[in-house]
């Protein structure tokens, strides 16, 4: 079955500082991603979608330039958390479509729990 | 605005039972809908899905029911085990060509021995 990896899977960084999660589709060609933020004991919350070789679109209130996400082929997007604050400490996950499968086959990483101090 | 959510935040069962977790919906446009599983610290984990031209769908012990005209959701797990210990979500694509997930917001799980 499709499998989406996510790296890494828990990071922990200075305040001000920048923090790169990786998104790869490991099977199959993934045109679109998704990238979701999770905070304990709360449900996913879209941040944005991820188009392959177009800018990504963001949901309502999440900084694009705080939260830039780059998709420059067909097996990785990438989420980079810049200047990362305390309040930015959460569970970031990924998904993305397999379209070859099923018709709306969306598969998850396993997320990255980012910690901030 | 359009959301999904559940009615029962935690659930406990006794190991063998069945267990029901039920979802409302409200974007009647919606024609597609998930169940997943959240174990702590992992990424959501399909379950079972159902297109909305279906009632019910049934899969490995797990079996999905839609009612369109309450806009109602439900997961039926039979004869629970304790690795059926997870947050439970549902999620909903609400229209064709939109492929964005909405989230309920979710029931917490446990089997009791």
């Known amino acids: 079955g499709a499998v989406v990896s996510q790296h890494p899977s828990w990071v922990i960084c200075k305040s001000g500082t920048s923090v790169k999660i990786e998104c790869r589709s490991l099977?199959?060609?993934?045109?679109?991603m998704f990238w979701y933020r999770q905070f304990p004991k709360q449900s996913l919350m879209l941040m944005a979608t991820?188009?392959?070789?177009?800018?990504?679109?963001?949901e309502q209130g999440v900084e694009k330039d705080k939260f830039l996400i780059n998709h420059a082929s067909l097996t990785l997007s990438t989420l980079t958390v810049t200047s990362a604050h305390p309040e930015d400490s959460s569970f970031y996950i990924c998904?993305?479509?397999?379209?070859?499968?099923?018709?709306?086959?969306?598969?998850f990483g396993s997320g990255t729990r980012l910690t901030v101090v | 605005g359009e959301s999904v959510g559940l009615h029962l935040p935690t659930l406990s069962v006794q190991e063998g039972d069945n267990s029901i977790i039920n979802c409302a919906y409200s974007?009647?446009?919606?024609?597609?809908f998930i169940w997943y599983k959240q174990e702590s610290g992992k990424g959501p984990q399909f379950i079972i899905d159902?297109?909305?031209?279906?009632d019910k769908r049934q899969g490995q012990r797990v079996t999905v029911l839609l009612n369109k005209t309450v806009k109602h959701l439900s997961l039926q797990i039979a004869a629970t085990q304790p690795g059926d210990s997870a947050v439970y979500f549902c999620?909903?694509?609400?229209?064709?060509?939109?492929?964005?997930?909405?989230f309920g917001t979710g029931t917490r799980l446990t089997i009791i021995p």
């Open positions: 974007n009647s446009a919606s024609d597609y």
């Open positions: 998904s993305a479509r397999d379209l070859g499968t099923a018709l709306y086959g969306y598969t």
């Open positions: 999620a909903e694509n609400g229209n064709f060509g939109n492929e964005k997930l909405t």
């Open positions: 991820s188009n392959e070789g177009s800018k990504a679109t963001y």
């Open positions: 159902i297109r909305s031209n279906m």
């Open positions: 099977d199959f060609q993934a045109t679109t």
